[in-house]
């Protein structure tokens, strides 16, 4: 049988190495490391996107549609070989980089992705499959396929242009925002439409129609803004623009059923539960303003050109948006106990980080006065962000103990 604890206990491992690492990459501006800061950075988002989201969102999607299909054992088989593959990339990023193994380790794990992928879509039951919530899901995990044409053409690219040629830049951007705003937040409002029709919530299928297709029509053309620091024609520009708000118009119809329905979501969801998604929502709503102020070409040359910027982005959207809306529906499956302390540290630890980041690349967008330390504070934030993650970890191990 198969231990939905044991499976989300190890992605909140992964949780931790990775807020490690993020700590050792903030060391760096700090001290002198016996380490290649790129391949600290290759390793640090390999295993926050396959090791934490990727493992703790196919275990959601395994329990929620496929439990009862009768592929326990070959789900097992191939869940383990995954964390296999995790690992190989775990222990070969840090000290090679993209190489030999690294490159092994990853082609490996696509594959595994695409058997989960073909899994899901054969044996989900065909009384799920009529579901609202299971035509996200199915939507999701083709993002996830469809994000995999970014590394695989980082090979060719590599051999052909080299690594200075702008497409591979556009490779890893491609890949990059179909599996987060992609594949992780398609997956993740599938989850919390499924929760809904657990507890008797439905949106109606005009409106689900209307919100599906705004997601998703802004998830493929909201690409166009990663493709902006080219500065190209301005029909890109309007691209943009035009899908930031296909996706506020999205959100605006889910957050409109919230609303209405949270009297009843307020007796079903406990309220640790609904503190994180809360969370996870003001994130979303910053993320989605962001798009659109920086889908206008003026903004859109100054973020592309800070690197600060585009981190704090990324940042806000996976540590902010992303993990705390996994965490939250890890606990609501009551995988995981939420200590109060440790969401406390964790969302202080997340705003300060992000404020320093935020601030040291404004400093000289509109010529803000230097922090002094600015680094060394930016690293004790992190340590107190990675305090949080750790303590979290610590408190299942107690708990189940």
């Known amino acids: ?106 082609t490996l794990f696509l594959i595994a992705s695409y058997v989960f992928v073909f899994f899901f879509l054969k044996h989900t039951p065909e009384n799920l499959k009529s579901l609202h919530s299971y035509k996200l899901m199915r939507t999701a995990v083709w993002f996830m396929v469809f994000s995999s044409i970014g590394p695989w053409a980082l090979g060719i690219i590599m051999s052909t242009l080299g690594n200075s040629s702008p497409w591979y830049r556009n490779a890893i951007y491609f890949y990059l ?62 691209l943009a623009i ?33 503190i994180i998604l809360k969370f996870a929502g003001f994130c979303l709503a910053v993320k989605l303003t962001t798009q659109l102020m920086g889908s206008f070409p003026q903004t859109a040359e ?29 606990h609501y499956f009551k995988w995981v106990f939420l200590s109060n302390t440790a969401m406390i540290l964790y969302i202080i630890g997340f705003l300060l980080t992000e404020s320093l980041i935020f601030y040291r690349g404004s400093m000289n967008v509109f010529n803000l006065p230097a922090l002094p330390d600015i680094s060394f504070w930016l690293t004790m934030a992190s340590v107190l962000l990675l305090l949080a993650i750790a303590w979290l970890f610590i408190y299942q191990l107690k708990k189940r103990a």
């Open 302 to 330: 100054i973020i592309s050109g800070n690197m600060d910027y585009v981190i704090s982005y990324l940042h806000w959207v996976f540590i902010g948006l992303i993990s705390a809306a996994l965490a939250a529906f890890l």
């Open 242 to 274: 035009t899908a930031a708000i296909l996706q506020i118009g999205a959100f605006c119809i889910l957050f409109g059923k919230i609303l209405w329905e949270r009297s009843v979501l307020q007796k079903h969801i406990p309220k640790q539960t609904g």
């Open 177 to 238: 925002h179909f599996q987060y705003n992609g594949w992780f937040l398609v997956a993740l409002c599938g989850v919390l439409l499924r929760i809904f029709e657990q507890n008797g919530i439905t949106l109606s299928q005009k409106n689900f129609e209307r919100f599906y297709y705004l997601l998703n029509a802004g998830v493929v053309l909201t690409f166009f803004i990663s493709i902006l620091w080219m500065q190209p024609h301005w029909l890109f520009y309007m």
């Open 1 to 106: 049988m198969i231990s939905f604890k044991k499976h989300v206990h190890i992605a909140l491992g992964y949780f931790v190495l990775i807020a490690i690492m993020g700590v050792v990459l903030r060391l760096f501006a700090v001290t002198d490391l016996p380490f290649k800061y790129r391949y600290i950075v290759h390793s640090h988002s390999h295993i926050a996107l396959l090791g934490w989201v990727y493992t703790g969102l196919t275990t959601i999607l395994y329990y929620l549609y496929l439990r009862k299909s009768g592929i326990s054992k070959k789900y097992t088989y191939l869940f383990w070989g995954t964390q296999a593959t995790i690992l190989g990339m775990l222990f070969s990023f840090p000290f090679t980089g993209y190489a030999l193994f690294s490159i092994i380790f990853s």
